[in-house]
């Protein structure tokens, strides 16, 4: 697959922030009603992010009947959601939260109902407070192990924020705006 996203050639090398979830454990950046992340969220995607050893991660997702686009095969808008997410949640690994600036997917295979997708996505680099990541999505057996190539890669450019600057004027349209105070007292990891 080739992609026209040019990553830059003179990125800053990255590294693990101390503070970040250890290796294996699970990454959580938003809220329980998050679209991507959320526990709560009825339709949600619920994909779960993993760290890994260094500036990368794991994460999968179901692939279920609400996900539908055409006739049965996920939707390309909920498998772009979905590699936002994981690359959103994976810049968490050198402490500094993100919003979208870029997102750019290769769609390689149709995605069927009913399997399991597994993310792995890395810290390319950065630029200051431009953030730039890549992610590959497999489908994967019952044991975790892929059964073919990559269904989709995705390039992206995400871009450093302050949470309690960026979300303080949306807070209040939030579903359970009281569950964000602590945006009110954020600092990255």
Known sequence: MRSSFAVPDDLEAVSRHPDIAAPG???????????????????????RVVAGEGVDSTATMAVVPWMEGGPGLIHGGILSAAFDEVMGTTSLLIGLPVV?????????????????L???????????????????????????????EPVAVSHSLFIGIDPRQHFSQHVA?????????????????
């Open 25 to 47: 454990e699970p990454m959580r950046y938003h809220h329980a009603l998050c679209y991507g992340c959320g526990d709560d969220a009825p339709n949600g995607l619920h994909v």
């Open 100 to 116: 979208t600036g870029h997102l750019e997917i290769d769609f390689a295979k149709p995605i069927p109902i009913g399997s399991t």
């Open 173 to 189: 349209n939030s579903q359970r705006p009281d569950e964000h105070q602590r945006w009110a007292t954020y600092s990255s990891p």
């Open 118 to 148: 597994r993310f792995t996505a890395e810290v390319l680099g950065r630029q200051r407070r431009k953030v730039y990541l890549r992610s590959v999505a497999h489908i994967v057996d019952e044991t975790g192990t892929a059964v073919d």
